[in-house]
């Protein structure tokens, strides 16, 4: 049988999720990675690392039908390795890892959407938008 949540608590627990990438003194970070996501977030991360956005602090704006949505987009940073964007690791401002997730470019329904996956050293790159999605019920 499906877990299902009602929206207040899909909201809720939208909420709680994104609340820790505030923890600690400073905004979040998400980076960004080549291939494949690791089997679970608690895993080391995987694959080279192409970029490091620094988030607005809160991260993340108050959840609504079960989905909290990145504050602050666009954001933009600088490619420090050339590779093809497989997925993003959120962590809080102390380097704790919240949760990772799908990276596509614009459009394509990931969970972080970018300007282009394709990211070169020095070149600026974009997240067009984000969302944390809580199971409807």
């Known amino acids: 049988m499906a877990t299902r949540l009602p929206t207040a608590a899909r909201n809720a627990a939208a909420d709680a999720v994104v609340d820790l990438a505030d923890a600690g003194a400073g905004a979040a970070t ?13 895993d080391a991360a995987s694959g080279t690392l192409l970029a490091t956005f620094t988030l607005a602090d809160p991260a993340f704006g108050a959840a609504s039908t079960g989905v909290a949505t990145l504050a602050g987009t666009p954001r933009t940073t600088t490619g420090v390795a050339a590779g093809t964007a497989g997925w ?7 380097g704790a890892t919240v949760l990772d997730g799908a990276v596509t470019a614009t459009g394509g329904g990931g969970q972080l959407e970018l300007n282009t996956t394709t990211i ?4 600026n790159v974009e997240i067009t938008s984000g969302t944390v999605t809580m199971p409807a019920g």
Do not use: H, M, W, Y
């Open 120 to 123: 070169s050293v020095g070149v």
């Open 30 to 42: 998400i980076e960004i990675r080549t291939g494949s996501q690791p089997a679970s977030a608690n």
């Open 88 to 94: 993003f690791r959120l962590k809080d401002s102390t």
